[in-house]
């Protein structure tokens, strides 16, 4: 390699890395707040809370787990945008101020956009078996006060 690209490639180099020491500076993504449980939400059985707890609480509660990643931009920016939408969508940690959207968070699983792919590769404990699939789902109708067999369809226009 000539001496003239290896110096244009030291140059890359360094200032990719000062971009990334400055980017650091930013102060957003920083602090990882865990605010207090008011109320969890009313699992029906305690394996159900668990696949929940794996699959769902690092976004979906005030549980969050924040790894040594969480403290690096950019992936302190994407983790902390993550929560915060996941949070506002729903919590479990809130459940007495929540607006009950279990069925939703059932949809979205059935679905198979809950949990999101980029979670499901850094987490293995999100990557849901059908069996746990089925389990949340009827946990999450059953705490919104549904039986799992009852869904709404969307017709609404009486027997037959």
């Not at 029906?44 to 668990?50: D, G, H, L, N, Y």
């Not at 479990?92 to 198979?112: L, Q, R, V």
């Not at 006060?145 to 869904?151: I, Y």
């Amino acid at each position: 390699m000539p001496l003239l690209s290896r110096r244009w490639l030291v140059r890359i180099a360094l200032g990719g890395l000062g971009v990334f020491a400055l980017i650091q500076l930013v102060p957003y993504g920083w602090q990882h707040s865990n605010p207090p449980v008011t109320q969890d939400a009313p699992w029906p059985s305690a394996e159900a809370r668990e696949v929940a707890v794996g699959a769902c609480y690092d976004c979906h509660s005030n549980e969050t787990n924040w790894p040594v990643y969480s403290y690096v931009a950019p992936m302190s920016w994407l983790l902390r945008r993550a929560v915060d939408a996941g949070r506002d969508e729903l919590n479990f940690s809130t459940w007495d101020h929540d607006d009950n959207d279990a069925d939703d968070a059932a949809e979205t699983i059935e679905d198979g956009s809950m949990p999101p792919r980029q979670y499901r590769l850094m987490h293995s404990d999100a990557r849901l078996s059908d069996a746990e699939k089925e389990l949340l789902i009827a946990a999450l109708l059953s705490i919104d006060g549904e039986d799992g067999d009852d869904r709404d369809d969307g017709d609404n226009s009486g027997p037959g």
